[in-house]
């Protein structure tokens, strides 16, 4: 039996993989807890998550509102936990803030969180704000 290429590509990908790559509509506005800076609202645009065969991931904000530190795939680090997807992007600048998605698997919404403090009493805080979407397109 003659296996293709093609057919060789496609069973090699897991179902897991394929899976894996994730958009959700996002929102931006409100104070930032480690500034206190009022942010503007930025309009819609669309949170990024792709994982590579090796099962690493990838993540950026596009859209024409998009934050710059997170407008360029970076590594990203995802786990999952009660029903949440978390995933924590390593900004593109060291100046930036840092944050993290708490997405829910069923893709009805989620927050973003956003590291407070100095090491070693760092935290993660829920961002207040009008709302994010973070909802599954």
Known sequence: MKISALTLAFALVSP?????NQEWDY??????????TQRPTSG???AELNQSKDGSYEFRI???TA??????FRTAQVEKADGTLIITPEPLFGSCERIRL??????????????IGKK????????????YGLTAR
């Open 16 to 20: 897991a993989a394929l899976a894996a």
């Open 27 to 36: 929102q931006l506005s409100g104070v930032s807890p480690a500034s206190g």
């Open 44 to 46: 819609k645009n669309i």
């Open 62 to 64: 596009r859209g024409n």
């Open 67 to 72: 934050p710059s530190c997170y407008k360029s």
């Open 102 to 115: 708490v997405v829910k698997v069923d893709g009805s919404g989620g927050v973003q969180q956003q590291l």
């Open 120 to 131: 070693p009493n760092q935290s993660w805080q829920d961002e207040e704000v009008q709302g």
